[in-house]
T-cell receptor, first 113, second 115 residues
Framework: GESVGLHLPTLSVQEGDNSIINCAYS??????FIWYKQESGKGPQFIID?????DKRQGQRVTVLLNKTVKHLSLQIAATQPGDSAVYFC????????????FGIGTKLQVIP | NAGVTQTPKFQVLKTGQSMTLQCAQD?????MSWYRQDPGMGLRLIHY???????DQGEVPNGYNVSRSTTEDFPLRLLSAAPSQTSVYFC??????????????FGPGTRLTVL
């Protein structure tokens, strides 16, 4: 919801440009990572995931890059559209079920038409 | 399929009141969970369930109770509401417990304000 979006880092991108959203994760033992999209007033929605034995994974218009050396994850959105406007956050997991997932705070993506 | 549904969408309580947040899923999922989302913080796990009759505590369980009498329903009870419980609450489910690669589906959320 809107109150969750306050105080978040914001990325403003022109429609049609590529977006890059970054995430620093905390635990070097994390072996699975997920990106979520959360539109205003809605619940989070799975976008893409990646295992620690990979450094890149592609989906439809999205690519996730993983740099384990510096514990950094990025989400690239190609040809950003107004419907991409949302809060994006990453999550990390250490070999277990969802009860062991740690969620990041998120970045607000604003697409300028 | 309706997916994960939550009621109510909005709720205002006075300190000390109790209430139940409802969550239901129609996907026959084993795993269900409750999170709270606060400004400046990531989602935090309150309670979770790996199947009917089985529940366990998450990161922030104090002040909340859950039960899982059926596969479909996973209500969250606030025993005596406090202003610190003002938050947005999300219910989520996934098909298999213990398999994080299995996509977790979230409900639309309940925005709770405690005065």
């Amino acid at each position: 919801g809107e109150s969750v979006g306050l105080h978040l880092p914001t990325l403003s991108v022109q429609e049609g440009d590529n977006s890059i959203i970054n995430c620093a994760y905390s635990n070097s033992a994390s072996d699975y990572f997920i990106w979520y999209k959360q539109e205003s007033g809605k619940g989070p929605q799975f976008i893409i995931d990646i295992r620690s034995n990979m450094d890149k994974r592609q989906g439809q218009r999205v690519t996730v890059l993983l740099n384990k050396t510096v514990k950094h994850l990025s989400l690239q959105i190609a040809a950003t559209q107004p419907g991409d406007s949302a809060v994006y956050f990453c999550a990390e997991n250490i070999s277990g079920g969802y009860q062991k997932v740690t969620f990041g705070i998120g970045t607000k993506l604003q697409v300028i038409p | 399929n309706a997916g994960v549904t939550q009621t109510p969408k909005f709720q205002v309580l006075k300190t000390g009141q109790s209430m139940t947040l409802q969550c239901a899923q129609d996907m026959n999922h084993e795993y269900m969970s409750w999170y709270r989302q606060d400004p400046g913080m990531g989602l935090r796990l309150i309670h979770y369930s790996v199947g009917a009759g089985i529940t366990d505590q998450g990161e922030v369980p104090n002040g909340y109770n859950v039960s899982r009498s059926t596969t479909e329903d996973f209500p969250l009870r606030l025993l005596s509401a406090a202003p610190s419980q003002t938050s947005v609450y999300f219910c989520a489910s996934s098909q298999l417990a213990g398999v994080v690669e299995d996509t977790q589906y979230f409900g639309p959320g309940t925005r709770l304000t405690v005065l």
